[in-house]
């Protein structure tokens, strides 16, 4: 009795897995997750057009491959992964971190304006003349200056 | 006719050459009689282009199909306003409106009365006739002729037609204002070259081509602002700015030239970063050529890019490489001369802050060249190729210009010279507190909880709330001393000082753009779903009713389009038609977007795909916040730019600080 249990069970299981393709064409695919995925991907036909933004064949295909992935169970990284194994590094739309020297792409801007500020600190440093500050709060604005001296020209202009 | 325009871009060539070596030989042998010659050889030049110029556009307007770039780019059913649009829409073309726009610019600066005793301006002719035979170069030797015959001498009795793409009202301003903005950007940079072979390196540069750059810039923000408009109506994917190398290229010098903008106010006033102001107009010119060149040289995939041949590559790098160096040298050799004047008074001043703005700017403009130039790097060194798109730019730029915009917010308000904490507190205490309320408040309101979102949100919110505390406390002052009212006092303050209140139009204008921004990327609505005739599609508030789809000729053109009755929140709001056209002589279908806009929001619907004859279609809907604020705020920072540098009263500078 208990082996027949097993046996029906056994094969309960490799039902469940044989019919796991057909079951995979139901499965509800998380949009959200979706247009996550198709964001970080490139049309791969020669089109230079981010995933998202294509509606051409190559697009949809892509489109439904992704589905498919999803549909089968694979996470994000898997699905770009496989992705990358048949269309090369080229279909993702960013450099993938994952890849050390595209580390490069990513810091290097960043990097540069570290570089910049720090130039702009040590410039500073030696421009700034650092007078003794008391007394020296201006007490009217910039622009109640600029009126002033305004109103002063045209005063001038007319009596002189 | 086609044969005199061909001469005329020979006779410009010729005489630009002569024009070049008239005023070398004037200017050595003090040859006043010479140098008249000269400047006839640059007005020779200018009516030589605008010839040929004519010459094209009647060639495309008659469809004489015996040209070969009127049979590629015209067909007889053509509007006539896309019919000069065909003008720029190729290589040839193009370079043909370049040289135009750049034989007028050399005109105008060298024929100005202005000009007429500036001992740098036979300098500034030769350099900017130079770049133009460049260009005239291209189109006389390599494979650039626009008024090339038709292979083989048979005429056809149709044209091929212009891209579908090409024909919106946008590609018909984008590309020339683009060029306006590319080519004006070209005559500072002869000032500035002048100034230093001449080794007459005051601000004197600076100030007379003041206008010519902020025009420059002028016109290329509205060409950027068009390619965008463009892309969003015409391309059909749902936005209007993608990262494309070609699309980086005119934003680089964008961002460098509005550095350029800002820095050169500090030689003004206070006679210092001269070594950095004369780099800045050298990258910022050196940029506008790099675009010309990705768009022409194929060494980038781009959407924009125009097919021609490797030797055009080249040529522009060595023309490229050849203007760095000289440019350079020239900076490095007059070094001495470039010393700066004055010290800062402090770091908490307008100087350091404008400093702050020229590192994130350059910044920005660095990020967009580094990952547009990236893949080719990648392919040297790793012999990979990868892709840097949207989200690299996004998630890279998306700070740095961020923190541009808090900075425009900040630099306005710190006084010259120097600032102090009071200063500080008089000026940001209100606009900060409200913008933190705005940004926690929109937090918590907008859908999706997004951090970034409220974040921008709220650093937006702080720029305009200084830029309107400004006018409220300028018309205010103005109001206490005069006795005016508020509009007349707001209206007399703001021509009494345009530079300053154009400025701030300016900066009003660039955060509505913002504001659109951050709307359709952050807290855009996506759906794509496919119906049958009789079923809806629900995207936020809005519910389109898909009723099968229906077919009309228009002209040549067959147009498939689907009627769609549309509600909001449960009321008709009328119908949206999104189409696909098919075109009698182009084989890809277009796609015509259909937009229901208002202030808050676009419904932006495309019809991707149909089957069974259209009784299925798959739509995509999409709804995107705060868009018509992009097109409100471009226009609003044309304006703000007029406004500035219109002549007359109030458009001086302000006073020279001497400490």
Sequence with gaps: MKFKTLIILVMLLLTIIGAYPAFADNYVIDEKLFKEIESNLMCTDGCGMYLKSCDNQTAQQMRAEIREKMGEGMKPEQIYGFMMSIYGEEVMAAPPASIPFNIVAWVTPFLAILGGGLIIYVALDKWVFIKKTEGTEPDVSEVDMAEYEELVDDEIKKYF | ?659
């Design chain 2, 1 to 659: 006719m086609a044969d005199i325009g061909y001469l005329s871009l020979i006779l410009a060539f010729a005489i630009s050459i002569y024009s070049v070596i008239a005023f070398i030989v004037a200017v050595k042998t003090d040859n006043e009689r010479l140098k008249a010659s000269a400047k006839g050889g640059v007005a020779a030049v200018c009516l030589a282009t605008t010839v040929a110029s004519s010459i094209l556009i009647y060639l495309l307007m008659t469809s004489d199909f015996s040209i070969e770039y009127v049979y590629s780019y015209t067909s007889k059913n053509l509007p006539v306003f896309y019919k000069l649009s065909a003008f720029w829409a190729g290589n040839a073309g193009s370079l043909l409106l370049w040289s135009w726009i750049l034989a007028i610019y050399t005109a105008i600066v060298t024929f100005s009365k202005k000009h007429e005793h500036d001992e740098k301006l036979p300098y500034v002719s030769i350099i900017l006739t130079i770049m133009n035979i460049f260009f005239l170069l291209l189109m006389v030797f390599l494979d650039a002729n626009p008024f090339g015959k038709i292979p083989g001498g048979v005429v056809p009795a149709e044209g091929a037609g212009l891209n579908p793409m090409l024909q919106n009202p946008g590609m018909v301003f984008h590309p020339v204002t683009l060029y306006l903005g590319y080519v004006g950007f070209a005559v500072p940079y002869a000032f500035a070259m002048s100034a230093l072979l001449l080794k007459r390196v005051d601000d004197s540069w600076i100030k007379v081509t003041r206008r010519w750059t902020v025009v420059a810039w002028m016109f290329l923000s509205l060409g950027n602002l068009y390619g965008a408009q463009w892309a969003y109506v015409e391309l059909g994917w749902g936005g209007f700015w993608a990262w494309d190398p070609v699309e980086n290229a005119s934003f680089i010098p964008w961002l460098t030239g509005t550095a350029f903008l800002h820095s050169v106010m500090i030689q003004e006033r206070k006679d210092m970063l001269k070594i950095w102001n004369m780099t800045l107009i050298i990258i910022t010119f050196l940029t506008t050529i790099f675009g010309t060149f990705l768009v022409r040289s194929g060494v980038l995939q781009s959407v924009h890019s125009f097919a021609t041949n490797q030797a055009f590559g080249a040529a522009f790098l060595i023309f490229m490489s050849m203007a760095a160096l000289v440019s350079f040298y020239l900076v490095i050799d007059r070094i001495n001369l470039l010393k700066q004047g004055n010290q800062f008074e402090s770091y908490l001043s307008k100087e350091s802050s404008f400093l702050i703005n020229n590192l994130l700017l350059l910044g920005a403009a660095f990020a967009t060249f580094w990952g547009t130039i990236f893949p080719l790097v990648s392919e040297a060194i790793r012999g990979v190729k990868v892709t840097v798109s949207v989200p690299f730019f996004n998630q890279v730029n998306g700070p740095i210009l961020l923190a541009t915009i808090f900075v425009m917010g900040v630099c306005p308000l710190i006084a010259w010279q120097r600032s102090t904490l009071k200063n500080l507190r008089n000026n940001f205490l209100w606009p900060f507190s409200l913008a933190i309320v705005v940004g926690i408040g929109l937090y918590f309101y907008l859908p999706g909880k997004s951090l970034y979102g409220a974040l921008a949100f709220g650093v937006s919110a702080f720029v305009i709330l200084t830029i309107l505390q400004e006018f409220y406390r300028g018309t205010a002052v103005r109001h206490r001393m005069t006795g005016e009212g508020y509009i007349t006092a707001l209206g007399k303050l703001m021509v009494r000082s345009r530079r300053r209140y154009g400025g701030y139009t300016v900066h009003l204008g660039i955060v509505l753009i913002v504001l659109a921004v951050i709307g359709s990327y952050g807290y855009n609505t996506e759906v794509t779903k496919q119906v049958s005739a009789g079923e809806s599609i629900t995207a936020g508030n809005y519910t389109l009713t898909f009723n099968g789809l229906q077919e009309k000729p228009e002209g040549e053109n067959t147009i498939v389009f689907a009627d769609m009755p549309v509600t909001k929140n449960g009321k008709s709001i009328g119908k949206i038609t999104p189409e696909k056209v098919f075109y009698a002589t182009w084989d890809q279908p277009g796609t015509e977007v259909a937009i229901k806009g208002n202030l808050t929001e676009d419904l932006y619907v495309i019809l991707a795909s149909w089957e069974q004859g259209g009784k299925v279609a798959t739509f995509k809907v999409n709804i995107n916040p705060l868009m018509s604020w992009m097109w409100i705020g471009g226009y609003i920072m044309v304006l703000g730019t007029i406004f500035a540098v219109w002549p007359g009263k109030g458009s001086q500078l302000g006073p020279k600080y001497t400490q």
